[in-house]
């Protein structure tokens, strides 16, 4: 459901350039008791108080401030997810040593790309990205929040962050070969952590997501990397750097879809549901059988379903 009043804080600066977008958009402007002013569109009014609060609410206020006061204005990308981080409170950003956080997206989407990510962080490039909001990408439900993070996360971690990209193509030829999605992914986390050494081989410790025997990653391992200290936990995306990996990885994947609903003329669903099953028999149809191999996993047991 889309949340229809925010409240933040601005300065007059921020107002002054506020009411400069607003009124080049063709907000319509009216008096508002100890308010800098009162504007209002499309069923959405927006009052700004001389005390520096910004109220702003009506069924278009998700899409204002996702698009124009966020980053226009307030230079963060936090909206959707307030209640996993406050940017008003300080003291929520908590002590960060050195390391690197690896994350997939896309291992339970048959349609779609496997993606692997990972990013490393210090002490001030993790406390930026605390306040930014940065936060398990499954948490995050709008795609252009996605785009968004990603982007500023490749800002922060400039240099220090690395991607593997599985188009279905080269996904099923290579699970083929090694013929285990354990060992698939765990080779694809150990490139990870090859190239995050790399750019950074000073980083002492890497933390991943626990999706199988931690012997898997390591044997996938080069010599660099098997020096390196590997942790594995549940729910690793609590961590900041696991975190702002899974939103990459999940940029990824999105990328991926797109290119894939170019290829099949269509929008592809997520996961392996009925409605995926009706796209699959849909696309045989109408481009052969041989589509799958191009835009899908075809070890899932709805390839031979569909």
């Not at 252009?144 to 080269?170: F, N, Q």
């Not at 999605?181 to 694809?188: D, S, T, V």
């Not at 660099?224 to 594995?232: A, P, V």
């Amino acid at each position: 459901m889309a949340n229809n009043n925010y409240v933040c804080t601005i300065n007059a600066e921020q107002a002054a350039e506020l009411r400069v977008i607003l009124e080049n958009s063709g907000w319509e402007f009216s008096a508002l008791p100890y308010a800098r002013f009162k504007a209002a569109k499309d069923h959405t009014t927006i009052a700004a108080y001389e005390s520096g609060k910004l109220v702003v609410q009506g069924r278009g206020t998700e899409e204002f401030v996702l698009y124009t006061l966020e980053p226009e204005i307030l230079h963060t990308f936090t909206y959707g997810y307030e209640d996993v981080v406050d940017p008003a409170k300080p003291e929520t950003v908590i002590e960060i040593t050195p390391h690197g956080g690896i994350d997939e997206s896309g291992k339970g989407d048959f349609f779609g790309p496997l993606v692997i990510a990972g990013v490393c962080v210090d002490e001030n490039t993790g406390k930026e990205l605390q306040k930014l909001g940065v936060c398990d990408s499954k948490l995050i439900h709008s795609s252009a929040k996605i785009t968004k993070l990603a982007e500023a996360i490749r800002s922060i971690a400039a240099g220090h962050y690395s991607s593997v990209v599985l188009m279905p193509e080269t996904y099923n030829r290579l699970y083929e070969r090694i013929g285990n999605l354990n060992r698939l992914l765990a080779w694809g986390h150990a490139r990870i952590i090859e190239n995050l050494l790399e750019s950074t081989p000073d980083c002492p410790r890497m933390l991943s997501d626990k999706f199988g025997s931690e012997h898997l990653i390591r044997n996938a391992l080069m010599e660099r990397g098997r020096k390196i200290i590997l942790d594995q936990e549940t729910k690793a995306e609590r961590d900041i750097a696991v975190a702002a990996a899974s939103i990459l990885a999940r940029d990824g994947f999105l990328r991926g879809m797109k290119k894939l609903e170019e290829l099949c003329k269509c929008e592809l669903p997520r996961g392996a549901g009925p409605q995926v099953k009706i796209i699959g028999s849909q696309l045989i149809l109408t481009h052969g059988r041989e589509i799958l191999r191009s835009c899908a996993k075809l070890h899932f047991k709805t390839a031979n379903e569909i």
